[in-house]
């Protein structure tokens, strides 16, 4: 069987393209995403039908939240930490951690955004199969924290990928992490699969 | 399924009473349908079973949010994962990559249309059933490689090729050890050999057991010998570019072959639904229960091995092991056909303990050898 | 051995292919990338990728002051703050020609002992993730780390980023609670790392996976300036807190655990001998603990004078150097931090080659890095 | 203790040897002239009771006028170790001779010397950046870049 073969780069052009999707990223994001919560103010269009329908399933979109994996810097070991034994996330569902973005409903975004790191996280983020949502762990995901002046760093997560809950902290504290996971909990349950159709 | 209707239909006659209400593919209908609930909530169950259990060994709770101590757990996530958006990779092979998850999640449940769970009650009693089990059993792998192939993902091929590499490898000490079961049972019927179990097989084929769980963990990529998804080498193998509904289906095929395998050891070796007091399908799930309980135990503890050391401990290991085995059996059912079976198990047992000594003097994994 | 075994794959004529393995993948530590070039299941080439975590903090550390720069050591080696800490603080102070108090230095000596359990915890939790031993090892180490992690923020009100070292000494004393709480630890200690050698130490899989596999010899280990754990299980007894005491380690009495051959196995093993000893050190300081002050008299603002000075200590990754260049001002006008995973992982391909997938990764594993403080 | 030897003594033996390759010494460093650096460099390596194994590190510092290259020396062997340094003159094209052929620990630190100080070196097998991506603009350690 023939099988199509691609071009192949060589190194320096792989670097080169990388350099260049980096650069093109870099002007294309200069503003921050909006925060996607204009859902919430909606009046939404419910019926009886699809309330028990949006309650069993809104259930079950947020008891099981499996995060994928994104674990640039310091605050890994915290939700690493929030992870283990002491704070245990496994009790909502959340102890399998999706190798393969794919698979996964949650980014937990842990650490400082690098530009060079920047089409890595986009890319993970699209990946990942709808419905998804994103929690901005940490100073450096909500603003570049104390790297903020750097020339290298991503002034906040929300210029590459939009983000639904924000948790303060260099780094959070694990019941910080647990207390934004709650509250992305309660926003789930407020979706709706009448306004999610549009 | 349908493939094995007319075989079904010899066999239907003699294991159900003849004055059911309703015609023949009524009862084939009905009794498929109950078989395959009663699966796919046994995989449930066990999820729930493993996620907990190994909660516990990691010293954390696991899942207790959702419903009472985490039982719907499982529930959630199917409900979750079934609504998911379904994403065909754009240079993928879309048909393959469609087929792939049924290819490989159908086998798992086929398997249950022979195993008893109680006198007779199984869909199937088929005359070859052990062989069906095992012919069944493989086609799961083609479902495997489809996947890896179908997603245009190289961690998805390599994940795929460790899974046909171990279960061409691991097919014949499995079967080897399920002819020892075979010779001393006299039949290839699965409600036969629990009928043969007066006494459990375990004891009478202590090595088989051993060979039939070590070499059936692998050929369903249990760990220590998950290789085809090794998390933290090739992200999650050969379904890595899998979403939604057909991931849903690979992570049930995962849990509905180790359901499958277990109830095969539980059939083959630990008396099937044979036992006192309780009723005959709570006996057989318990035992299922149990030896999975072993198989989530070896997950939690051991370290995965190397592709080239699963090889070698199927050809160097279990393959030599597995023939001395059936050699032994079958001199023994030669030699002392009405031999008590208790004088067996303490001869077996030390046969067991003796080639196993030797085997691991003369045969080590690796240390920095590459073996293949 | 490696390359007749090479050559012996070669004559099938399979066609090399390129697996990029990171930046985001389970095992690689953050988001470091392996461009690895396999022939079937064989690592024929693998060169490192970095940079994805790279902020600059040599440069931002020119726009502070001089202890405004303490933050930003913290998030080096993000798992071992303590001694990211301390190792500055000895550059500045000895530019500045600062001395520090006798009990500061004993307290510098716990923390930065304990930190190096902390650290050590992950390393062999995260070595036998890499294994496949699915989380169960690394669960159990990150309880007991969470006991260290407690300690410190004890002291600092922080669990991952202390930032408590200051120039000359600390900025506050301990609270009346740490000492009881580090006997207890002290005790407990050692019963928790017996726990941990018995779940896989002679496991028959481990050895199998891990012994003879990734050797680094002695010599490639100091040619590629490689450091800590890795240079000593290449069996080079090598320990900047011996061979060159920085603080007050002269004063203790240690042993350094070296390796034979240089494998992953023997890096294991050194990291779980090297907790031990640390522990034995932390015993002595917590036994010689004087009372009296934890910071000396230093300005606000430190100024010191014009010159150059570096640094270094045994930090758990290895050798952890400061290189600060003064003019005179408020702020460093050069801070050039020596990281030894940057160093280690020099020795990464020559390990690898050879070698399978799956090896490159417990390889990999066996290293030790952090991506803090190799990109910086 | 790790002996820091003095500069003054080695650059006497350098002296000897290389005739005019030293710039300067001081009791904590010496500083050769760049062309001499990787003749100077494998006289530290090779001379018996010197034996220099070990490059502990490789820094570069812009003074404006000029970048000075640092490398810390240490020998395993004697337990000692001594600090050279070598001048670069200008802000573009700069070039010195790598080091990597003698220690292969200098892989690393002078790509990230080259990727942020723009300093490329010689010799070395793969001269590109390191941390940053091809197409950044500028070297961020210089002192000027950014203002």
């Given at each position: 069987m023939e099988v199509a073969r691609e071009h192949i780069y060589s190194d320096a052009d792989l670097d080169r393209v990388e350099g260049n999707q980096i650069e093109a990223l870099k002007a294309h994001s200069q503003q921050p995403f909006p925060d996607p919560d204009e859902w919430l103010d909606e009046k939404l269009e419910r019926n009886i039908l699809l309330i028990t329908v949006d309650a069993a399933l809104n259930w079950a979109r947020r008891s099981s939240l499996w995060p994928a994996i994104c674990f640039p810097a310091c605050c890994a070991f915290e939700l690493i930490a929030a992870n283990a034994s002491r704070f245990d996330l496994s009790r909502f569902g959340m102890e399998i951690l999706r190798a393969s973005p794919r698979q996964a409903d949650l980014m937990i975004t842990a650490g400082t955004l690098t530009w060079k790191m920047a089409p890595q996280v986009r890319r993970i983020y699209d990946q990942m199969a709808e419905p998804k949502w994103v929690i901005a762990m940490g100073a450096c995901a909500i603003s570049g924290g104390i790297f903020t002046s750097s020339y290298s760093v991503v002034p906040g997560y929300n210029r590459i990928i939009p983000i639904d809950v924000y948790v303060p902290g260099c780094p959070p504290r694990p019941e910080a992490l647990i207390y934004g996971i709650r509250m992305l909990h309660s926003k789930i349950a407020r979706r709706s699969l009448g306004t999610e159709a549009k | 399924m349908i493939l094995n209707s007319s075989l079904n239909s010899i066999a239907y006659s003699s294991t159900l009473p003849p004055d059911w209400p309703g015609g023949f593919w009524w009862h084939w209908l009905l009794f498929t349908v109950i078989i395959i609930v009663f699966a796919l909530t046994l995989v449930m169950g066990f999820i729930w079973i493993e996620r907990r259990g190994m909660g516990r060994m990691q010293a954390r709770l696991g899942p207790n949010q959702a419903g009472p101590f985490g039982l719907l757990q499982p529930v959630a996530d199917a409900l979750k994962i079934l609504l998911k958006e379904d994403i065909i990779p754009a240079k993928a092979d879309r048909i393959v990559h469609w087929l792939a998850p049924v290819v490989a999640f159908a086998p798992a449940l086929m398997i249950f249309a022979v195993v008893p769970f109680g006198d007779g009650a199984m869909l199937a009693d088929l005359d070859i059933g052990i062989l069906y089990v095992v012919a069944i059993a493989s086609i799961s792998a083609i479902g495997i490689f489809m996947a890896g192939w179908g997603s245009s993902n190289k961690y998805s091929m390599l994940g795929a090729m460790r899974g046909i590499a171990s279960v061409v490898s691991y097919e014949i000490p499995v079967v080897l050890a399920i002819a020892g079961v075979v010779l001393v049972a006299g039949s290839m019927s699965l409600n036969q050999i629990v009928l043969a179990q007066d006494i459990p097989f375990i004891l009478l084929q202590p090595l088989g057991f051993l060979l039939f769980f070590i070499g059936g963990c692998a050929e369903i990529n249990r760990s220590p010998f998950d290789l085809m998804e090794a998390d933290s080498e090739l992200t999650a193998g050969f379904h890595t570019e899998y979403s939604g509904m057909k991931f849903a289906m690979f992570y049930l095929m995962e849990y509905a072959e180790a359901v499958a395998i277990s109830a095969i050891i539980a059939t083959l070796f630990l008396g099937g639904w044979r036992g006192p007091l309780l009723p005959p399908w709570l006996w057989f799930v318990l035992k299922v229960i149990f030896v999975f309980f072993i198989m989530v135990w070896t997950r939690t503890t051991l370290p995965r091995v190397r592709i080239d050391q699963l090889m070698a401990l199927a050809w160097k290991f279990l393959f030599p092991l597995a023939l001395i085995n059936l050699i032994v059996t079958a001199i023994q059912i030669l030699v002392w056909p009405d031999a008590l079976p208790w004088i067996l198990v303490p001869i077996n047992l030390a046969i067991m303990a003796l080639l196993i000594l030797l085997w691991s003097k003369l045969f080590k994994l690796g240390w920095g050898r590459v073996e293949v | 051995m490696r390359d007749t075994r090479y050559a012996r794959i070669m004559v099938l004529k399979t066609e090399p292919f390129i697996l990029n393995i990171g930046p985001v993948h389970p095992s690689t530590h953050g988001v470091f990338r392996m461009r690895t070039t396999l022939d079937g299941e064989v690592v024929v080439d693998v060169e490192p990728v970095f940079g994805y975590l790279h902020r600059g903090i040599e440069k931002l550390a020119e726009e502070r002051t001089y202890t405004g720069v303490i933050p930003l050591t913290d998030r080096l080696d993000y798992v071992a703050s303590m001694s990211n800490n301390l190792a500055y603080c000895l550059a500045v102070e000895k530019l500045a020609g600062i001395s520090v108090p006798e009990r500061a230095e004993y307290l510098r000596v716990i923390l930065a002992e304990l930190q190096r359990i902390a650290s050590h915890l992950i390393a062999v939790g995260a070595f036998l993730n890499d294994c496949g031993a699915f989380f169960t090892p690394f669960l159990y180490m990150f309880r007991e780390r969470e006991k260290i992690v407690d300690l410190f923020e004890m002291v600092s009100g922080q669990r991952l980023l202390y930032n408590y070292m200051r120039i000359g000494g600390f900025n506050q004393d301990v609270p009346d609670e740490f000492l009881p709480a580090l006997d207890k630890l002290l005790a407990q200690m050692p019963r928790f790392i017996e726990e941990y050698e018995r779940l896989l130490k002679e496991n028959e899989i481990l050895l199998a996976r891990?012994?003879?596999?990734g050797i680094l010899p002695k010599e490639v280990a100091i040619n590629i300036s490689a450091s800590g754990p890795v240079l000593r299980a290449s069996g080079v007894k090598w320990d900047i807190r011996k061979k060159d005491p920085y603080s007050i380690y002269d004063r203790f009495d240690f042993d350094i655990p070296t390796g034979e051959v240089g494998d992953c196995y023997d890096r294991y093993r050194v990291r779980v001998e090297e907790m031990r000893q640390s522990l034995r050190i932390i015993n002595q300081a917590r036994r010689q603990l004087p009372a009296g002050e934890v910071k000396s008299e230093v300005p606000h603002l430190v100024r010191p004078p014009a010159g150059e000075a570096y640094a270094h200590i045994e930090a758990p990754k290895g050798e952890l150097g400061f290189h600060l260049v003064s003019d005179n001002s408020i702020a460093p006008y050069r801070c050039h931090i020596r990281a030894p995973s940057l160093l280690n992982l020099t020795a990464l391909r020559d390990m690898a080659i050879g070698w399978k997938v799956a090896d490159l990764i417990i390889i990999f594993g066996s290293i030790d890095i952090v991506m803090g403080e190799i990109d910086r | 203790m790790t002996v820091a030897l003095s500069g003054k003594e080695i650059a006497t033996k350098i002296e000897e040897r290389f005739p005019g390759s030293v710039v300067k010494s001081s009791p904590d460093s010496l500083v050769v002239k760049s062309e001499f650096l990787l003749d100077v460099a494998t006289f530290l390596k090779t001379t018996p009771d010197l034996d220099f194994d070990y490059l502990t590190a490789i820094t570069a510092i812009d003074y404006y006028d000029r970048f000075e290259v640092v490398y810390q020396l240490t020998s395993i062997k004697h337990n000692h170790s001594l600090m050279v340094k070598t001048h670069c003159y200008g802000r573009d094209n700069l070039s010195l001779p790598s080091v990597v052929g003698l220690w292969r620990g200098a892989d690393f630190q002078e790509r990230e010397i080259y990727d942020l100080m723009g300093i490329s070196f010689d010799g070395h097998p793969n001269m590109k950046r390191i941390v940053l991506w091809e197409g950044f603009e500028g070297h961020p350690l210089r002192k000027d870049y950014g203002t």
């Open positions: - | - | 891990a012994k003879g596999v | -």
